[in-house]
C-alpha cells in the first residue's frame, strides 16, 4: 500500500497535473493541501473517474484540505477537536480550512495545512504555535485512548526542523525567517514526542533533500529548497513503513505546485 501527501498549491489550477500523477504514481490514498477551491467548485470528477473516493474541506479561496482514497474513505472529520480559531487582530475568528481526517484501510489519515506564521512578529506566529499545540493534545490522546492506532498525520507543516531542511540556515537566521525558529521547531518535537515518528526522513536523509522550492529566484533549479513537508506515523503506523520517496520530478515542468509529493510505501 501507497499513502502520500502533496501541497498542490490549487487543485484546479493544477488538475491535469493531479491526475496524470495519481494514474503514474498508482497511491492508495493521498492528503491534499492547499486546494484553494470552496466545496462547490473542488473537482470532484477528477478523483471519482479515477476510482478514488474524496473527501474535501474548503471554505474561501485560500487555504483547503483532502483525502483521496481508493482504500475506503470512513468517519470524515473537519477540523480536529480543539483545532483554534484565527481572526485579523482578533475579528470574527473561524476554524480555517487545515485540517481533515478520514479512516481510510484501517488508518486514520490526517490531511493538515499548518499555518504559516508569516513573520516572527505577525499575529499568525503565535496562532500557528497554538494550533500546533491543539493538533498535539489531540494526537496524545488519540494514542492514549487505543496505542495500537495506525495515524498519519500527513501534510505541509511549514516547519523545517533540522537545520539542513533548509538550503542555507544562516540565510535563514540572518533575515529573521519563520520555519526555522525554536518556538516552531519546539512545536515539531513536541508532537514527535507524543508519540509520532518522522518516517520519511529515514529512506531521504539530507542534507540538500527538499520538499518544497519557491517559484521565485530561481530557487528550484539552484536546489534552494526547504524540507517542510512530512508524515508523522503512531508507532503501529511507523512499524509497517518499508521505504518512502520524494517525487522531485513532479516539481519540474510547466505548471508545477512549488511541493513535491512525499509517497510513503506501506507493507
Not at 475506503?72 to 475579528?91: A, H, M, Y
Not at 513573520?119 to 492514549?144: C, I, N, T, V
Not at 540572518?174 to 515539531?188: I, K, M, Q
Request: proline share 5%.
Amino acid at each position: 500500500m501507497k499513502i502520500a501527501t502533496w501541497n498542490v498549491n490549487s487543485i484546479r489550477a493544477r488538475a491535469d497535473r493531479v491526475e496524470a500523477w495519481l494514474q503514474r504514481s498508482d497511491v492508495d490514498v493521498l492528503a491534499i493541501q492547499e486546494t484553494k477551491a470552496k466545496d462547490e467548485n473542488f473537482p470532484w470528477e477528477l478523483f471519482e473517474k479515477n476510482d478514488y473516493e474524496v473527501a474535501h474541506f474548503g471554505l474561501s479561496q485560500w487555504n483547503g484540505v483532502a483525502i483521496a482514497s481508493r482504500v475506503g474513505l470512513d468517519d470524515v472529520e473537519r477540523t480536529f477537536v480543539g483545532q483554534p480559531p484565527f481572526g485579523k487582530s482578533g475579528l470574527n475568528p473561524v476554524a480555517e480550512a487545515r485540517a481533515i481526517g478520514a479512516t481510510c484501510g484501517g488508518m486514520r489519515v490526517w490531511s493538515l495545512y499548518v499555518p504559516n506564521g508569516r513573520a516572527l512578529d505577525d499575529e499568525h506566529m503565535p496562532y500557528k504555535l497554538a494550533w500546533l499545540d491543539g493538533l498535539r493534545s489531540q494526537a496524545r490522546s488519540w494514542l492514549d485512548a487505543n496505542p495500537q492506532a495506525q495515524i498519519a498525520l500527513m501534510g505541509d507543516w511549514n516547519i523545517a526542523p533540522q537545520d539542513d531542511d533548509v538550503w542555507d540556515i544562516e540565510f535563514f537566521r540572518r533575515e529573521g525567517l519563520t520555519h526555522v525558529s525554536e518556538p516552531e521547531r519546539a512545536a515539531f518535537r513536541a508532537i514527535e514526542e507524543a508519540g509520532f515518528a518522522d518516517v520519511v526522513r529515514l529512506h531521504n536523509p539530507g542534507p540538500g533533500v527538499y520538499t518544497y522550492w519557491d517559484y521565485t529566484q530561481l530557487r528550484f533549479p539552484k536546489k534552494e529548497g526547504m524540507r517542510i513537508d512530512f508524515v508523522l506515523a503512531s508507532p503501529a503506523l511507523a512499524a509497517r513503513v518499508t521505504g518512502a520517496v520524494i517525487d522531485r520530478d513532479e516539481r519540474k515542468g510547466k505548471g508545477a505546485s512549488d511541493h513535491a509529493p512525499v509517497i510513503v510505501e506501506l507493507d
